[in-house]
């Protein structure tokens, strides 16, 4: 079971914020949304995870990661994680507490 004491990662939540340039289009800008504590495990399961792309006849490999961090609201699949200069596309995010101390974060990271 997972405790407090787990959580010894610093990591920002981030959000995108979409906004005209006055010209006809649009910037993306990220911003910090949530900055928490987190237990960050690598996810090697390659069946449900773990994948190799080929681009260009080079194999490159995709990194799954696992964050859990205490229960928060309003964090989705449209946020990214930035930890140790690394950044997490989040994939999916897994309530899998039912007294909501805990919520799961299933992450790539961008190469």
Request: glycine share 4%.
């Amino acid at each position: 079971m997972l405790k407090t004491t787990d959580l010894k990662k610093l990591i920002v939540i981030e959000e995108q914020e979409v906004y005209s340039d006055n010209i006809g289009g649009y910037k993306q800008n990220w911003f910090s949304k949530f900055v928490v504590w987190a237990q960050c495990k690598p996810l090697y399961n390659k069946k449900q995870f773990g994948h190799e792309i080929a681009i260009s006849k080079q194999l490159n490999s995709v990194n799954y990661y696992e964050f859990c961090i205490r229960y928060r609201d309003g964090i989705t699949n449209k946020m990214r994680i930035r930890s140790d200069k690394k950044i997490f596309n989040i994939i999916k995010v897994v309530d899998f507490d039912p007294e909501k101390k805990f919520i799961e974060l299933i992450a790539q990271e961008i190469i």
